[in-house]
């Protein structure tokens, strides 16, 4: 009997997942042939990165939107809903759009008389094409999950593609250092194709790959710039082309980063975009669990899914930038998998206080509390407080908060989905 909620379907999925994986792209090929799937829109732009993929994608989707093009946006992981993975016309896809996808999927993956084995995100990201190619969409936006080369968005042969940022994560799948992670990430380039560099100065590797299959770069500081102008507004130019817009809504300093990086990609595609577009979707962008900021009771709670060493970096930018005006108590929990130490050392003597959480309900990679202290032993951080979940640590970091405090709450999308759980239900 196959499932018939969402629910059912996401714990099948994730009880199918191969292992050990298998991290060729024919097995998703050989399904999406079974689907006959297509082509997902009239343009395509898939984003790969370290950091700032979740980022450039809103500044994409709601640039195009802004010109009135029908867009649909496919991104992992999620924050509170499976739903927000799939986004249509700017709305998450409701249930049963999932479960007809998803059921699309696995009569194609069983069907022909051969069994094909699909991971979970391979699942998801079939369902989302299949969704996409039924919507009639002017842009399908195409986030990568890990990597680039062998992830299953790769399947997909976009108009253009972004490389948003190339640091150390996710080695044990990807390579230990940045020239080996920019190789995997490159492989989402097409021939012939435009290539967007959020980075001004990005591997050799990703660059060497670009020019060995032709692939036309556009990179951040060489082929087109951006400054900031003022408290207001900011900057965006290449040859022949000057744009000043809002800054954005999105608060950290790197945001102006990838929101130049979206404006080439779309610049790329070498389509019609009306002037007040671009100002309207800079604007416009929103992103969850980005330096979200709470209030509760005189105190700031911010909340940010940074999980590795460069996004602590820009963390550690924003804090300088935007200084609380009392103390900075951090909550934080990391997967098992992850620098914590690293993240720590990032952020450096600008928390006054830690409090640690496990993450032990977020499947195998979750890691509980004395573990994670463990790995940060003789730091100020594997000192702090210890609590089993998040919710308890905010709990009580905010007991300690004065009025002016603020309570930086990160480490993951776990921690920060968490987070926002405890905050909208009061339990904080």
Not at 73 to 81: C, E, F, G, Q
Not at 217 to 244: P, S, Y
Not at 331 to 336: E, K
């Amino acid at each position: 009997m196959p499932p018939t909620t969402l629910a059912d379907w996401l714990a099948y999925i994730e009880r199918q997942n191969p292992r050990p994986i298998d991290m060729g792209l024919e097995r998703v090929r050989e399904v999406a042939a079974r689907m006959q799937l297509g082509r997902a829109a009239r343009h395509v732009i898939t984003v790969g990165g370290t950091n700032g993929k979740g980022s450039t994608v809103a500044f994409i989707e709601a640039i195009a939107r802004a010109a009135g093009w029908k867009v649909g946006a496919y991104t992992s992981p999620h924050l509170l809903a499976y739903n927000e993975r799939v986004r249509i016309d700017g709305h998450d896809v409701d249930d049963a759009s999932l479960v007809a996808a998803f059921a699309a999927v696995e009569a194609a993956r069983t069907g022909e008389g051969r069994a094909v084995a699909l991971t979970y995100f391979e699942y998801g990201t079939l369902a989302a094409l299949w969704l996409f190619e039924r919507s009639t969409l002017d842009l399908a936006i195409l986030e990568v999950g890990l990597g680039g080369r062998l992830d299953a968005v790769n399947v997909v042969d976009a108009d253009v593609a972004v490389i948003t940022t190339v640091d150390l994560d996710h080695q044990g799948w990807l390579g230990n250092d940045r020239e080996q992670i920019g190789f995997e990430k490159a492989g989402i380039a097409r021939a012939w194709k435009p290539l967007v560099l959020g980075e001004d100065d990005p591997p050799s590797s990703v660059l060497g790959h670009a020019y060995a299959i032709g692939a036309s770069t556009w990179r951040a500081g060489n082929d087109f710039f951006f400054e900031r102008i003022d408290d207001a507004r900011w900057r965006w130019r290449e040859v022949g082309c000057e744009l000043e817009l809002p800054l954005p809504a999105l608060a950290a300093p790197v945001q102006l980063r990838n929101a130049a990086a979206a404006i080439a990609a779309l610049r790329a595609l070498d389509a019609t975009i009306p002037d007040d577009a671009w100002a309207q979707g800079v604007a416009a962008a929103r992103l969850p669990g980005r330096l979200q900021v709470f209030e509760r009771s005189g105190v700031e709670v911010v909340v940010d899914v940074g999980h590795n060493p460069q996004a602590a970096r820009e963390l550690a930018a924003w804090l300088d930038a935007v200084p609380a005006a009392g103390r900075c108590l951090a909550v934080y929990a990391a997967l098992g998998d992850k620098d914590a130490s690293g993240v720590v050392a990032a952020i450096g003597e600008r928390v006054d206080g830690w409090f640690l959480a496990g993450l032990e309900s977020s499947g195998p990679r979750g890691t509980s509390v004395d573990a994670l202290a463990a790995r940060l032993a003789g730091t100020a951080a594997g000192r702090g407080d210890r609590h089993p979940t998040v919710a308890a640590a905010l709990s009580a970091a905010l007991a300690h908060a004065h009025r002016g405090d603020r309570v930086l709450v990160f480490g993951s999308f776990h921690t920060a989905a968490e987070a926002l759980q405890s905050l909208a239900t009061g339990d904080s």
